[in-house]
């Protein structure tokens, strides 16, 4: 390769740009020697006859990943002089690793065989219109893009060969921590350990990780994390659990015991970005049941997976969700015996009022139509509590006991991890009242600083102290005297009892009905609601229910104020009526007092004639009316009525009926003679 003849003095009216590149900061910083050399390149063009103005160094991408050139300003930069013509020679340490991926590495080369720029890297120019040369740099690329898969490849097949072993290293998650075998072991601090166990606990009973949540916040427990990096490398430091960490732990297999790797799959998008995916069990690359002790059976990890995708469902609404607070006991349970769908809660006014209502509004939300079914939940509700009172009591011991049992462990649990938080605040001040006496008094600084840890810690430990106070106090005494215990192995022993006690929460009695219950359907007709229960097992209860009056007839005006009404109206007007009643003591059906309107909308609701339309039946007449009937003017009825020639009755302001009376009217002369 003959340099000087590829140089040509078009290209060195042109730029040279030096560029420098090292993919990360690790490499920045233990390459220093490689850096050199590329600034060596610089002395190599000027060999070649640019001076240094013409020559402009590149280094912007120092430090950044080369795997793509859409995130790196420096590549870009040289592309677009390049294509402006303004190059005429590139030079880079390995060229070919200017561009890390094969496609910007052509593009390259194209463009500088379009704009005859020249290349120099350590090996030598190259002009990329010649055949020759435009084959090494070819090759130059692919053997570099070769390099880096299969330097990815040896990477990645030891933390294989590792992971296959259960032997990589992992952050250990919260419970766990390695020992110094290097074995994935139960965290030695009991508290930590208790507290992954109240989380699992607390799940396996709500099904929830809202409730675990809750659960927590309720008790004041804070949720441990070992820190394993830098200075506080082992520390614990105390959060507030939160659902996203719950649902991390719940979907994490590694608590079972098992060693995991390569759940997810990275995948490189057309934006040169990694894209992460989930794999299905059975394509994860390494799974290692066993391998270290677990906190849960591998079967109990499967049951939480589905029912926690049975909760994430639960917005598709066509299954039950978590069972959750308000007094709909049935909810979540219930089908439509119309259309078959699930029928949803409705709470009328304020949820505390009792009044909920099952009702499958689902198609017509969809579709815009009208509501398929509306069954009122009170009359519901109490007949498959019933129900359940009746039917279930062979089940009943168990399902108490469960409850009972459940709940003393839980208060057990509770009591346990707040005291160990007390004690850990304890133990903190005594150990900054040990570093405060230590310190010596000439040393001012540090004694200061030590008194104001010390005071901090016995401000920690008294609000701690103040804290269990207080969360023991809220629970009642832990032991149960004898006469509670009494009551409770009374209460155990029969479900009725359980279920009608009113300490038993709508939630817990929610929650023992679906461990008793698949599924509930309603359907109404005008007079019945048929109710099916279907038990978990299979067998079937069957019920019929009258239809309950529904709110509007609830509030309905008592039928003898209507008959009231219907007698009265006779012979007054409506605003009498209404003070004829209010004087009666009478009230409507939301128990106010009657107005002459309320008595209309009666009358009018219970098809009853007015005063004027019962005075019109009997012979009255309208102004009209007798007008026409005795043959003169309107006005003349007036008159004759002032003269007392015509019965009248005011019925309504102005409004008036006519009546002939017996008494021979002078109206014939007076008509005859015309008008
Ligand atoms: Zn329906």
């Known amino acids: 390769m003959n340099a000087p003849a590829k140089v040509t003095a078009d290209h060195l009216r042109k730029q040279a740009i030096l560029y420098v590149r090292q993919s990360t900061l690790h490499q920045v910083k ?16 000027w060999e070649l006859g640019w001076n240094d103005e013409q020559t402009m160094v590149i280094d912007e991408d120092l430090g950044h990943s080369g795997a793509t050139a859409t995130d790196r300003s420096g590549f870009q930069r040289l592309v677009a002089e390049v294509t402006l013509g303004r190059v005429g020679l590139v030079m880079g340490l390995s060229v070919s690793r200017l561009a890390r991926n094969n496609a910007d590495w052509h593009r390259l080369l194209d463009i500088c065989a379009l704009t005859g720029t020249l290349i120099v890297d350590e090996d030598g120019i190259y002009d990329p219109n010649h055949f020759n040369d435009r084959l090494i740099l070819g090759l130059k690329g692919t053997m570099s893009e070769a390099e880096l898969h299969m330097l990815r490849a040896r990477l990645i097949g030891g933390l294989l060969n590792k992971a296959r072993r259960g032997e990589l290293w992992v952050r250990p998650l919260t419970g766990y921590v390695y020992d110094e075998r290097q074995r994935f072991v139960f965290d030695s601090d009991a508290q930590i350990q208790w507290a992954v166990r109240v989380l699992f606990e607390t799940f396996r009973r709500t099904g929830s990780a809202g409730q675990v949540v809750k659960h927590f916040s309720k008790h004041s427990i804070l949720w441990p994390c070992r820190l394993f990096e830098g200075k506080r490398d082992g520390k614990v430091v105390y959060r507030k659990l939160q659902r996203g960490m719950v649902l991390n732990i719940l979907h994490n297999p590694r608590y079972t015991g098992a060693f995991v790797y390569g759940r997810t799959r990275t995948r490189k998008g057309p934006d040169g970005k990694a894209h992460i995916c989930s794999l299905a069990r059975d394509n994860w690359q390494v799974f290692l049941p066993n391998a270290h002790p677990g906190y849960i059976s591998w079967e109990e990890y499967e049951i939480n997976q589905a029912t926690l995708l049975q909760n994430g469902h639960s917005e598709g609404r066509d299954n039950p969700g978590a069972a959750r607070e308000g ?20 709470y009328r006014g304020r949820k505390e009022l009792h009044q909920s209502n099952y009702v499958c509004a689902r198609r017509g939300i969809e ?61 903190e001040a005594e150990l900054a009242q040990r570093q405060y006496m230590l310190a010596r008094p000439e040393n001012r600084l540090v004694v200061d600083t030590l008194e104001r840890q010390w005071n901090d810690c ?53 929650r023992m009905l679906r461990l008793l219950i698949e599924d509930v359907t309603l359907a109404r007709n005008e007079e019945l609601i048929h109710v099916h229960i279907r038990w978990k097992g299979g067998a079937t209860t069957s019920l019929e229910l009258p239809r309950p009056r529904s709110s509007f007839e ?106 002939t009376a017996s008494a021979p009217l002078p109206h014939a002369q007076h008509s005859s003679n015309g008008q």
């Open 30 to 45: 233990e390459n220093r020697e490689s850096t050199a050399l590329q600034y060596d390149l610089k002395r190599r063009a």
């Open 327 to 346: 007094n709909a006991l049935l909810q979540g349970l219930v089908l439509c015996g119309r259309c078959g769908l699930r029928m949803t809660v409705r």
């Open 367 to 427: 579709t815009g139509g009208p509501m398929c079914q509306f069954v009122v939940g009170a009359g519901v509700d109490e007949a498959v509590g019933q129900a359940v009172v009746d039917t279930v009591t062979p089940a009943a011991l168990d399902v108490a006991l469960q409850v009972f049992e459940e709940l003393r462990a839980r208060r057990t649990d509770v009591d346990r991890l707040r005291r160990a938080q007390v004690e850990r605040a304890r133990e």
């Open 458 to 510: 016995m401000a920690k430990l008294a609000q701690a102290e103040v804290e269990y106070a207080r969360a023991t106090k809220a629970d009642g005494t832990l032991e149960p005297s004898s006469e509670v215990r009494e009551r409770i192995a009374a209460l155990t022993s029969d479900l009725p009892r359980v279920w009608k006690d009113p300490r038993t929460s709508a939630r817990d009695r929610k």
């Open 554 to 659: 609830l509030v309905r005006t008592p039928a003898t104020v209507i008959e009231e009404i219907r007698a009265l109206a006779t012979e007054q007007k409506d605003n009498q009526i209404a003070s004829t009643l209010n004087s009666r003591g009478y009230r409507s059906g939301t128990g106010k007092s009657f107005t002459g309107p309320r008595v209309n909308h009666l009358r009018f609701d219970y098809g009853i004639e007015s005063y004027r339309q019962h005075l019109q039946r009997s012979g009255w007449l309208t102004l009209p009316e007798i007008a026409r009937k005795i043959g003169v003017h309107l006005q003349t009825v007036r008159m004759y009525s002032k003269k007392g020639l015509l019965h009248a009755i005011r019925v309504n302001g102005r409004d008036r009926l006519f009546k």
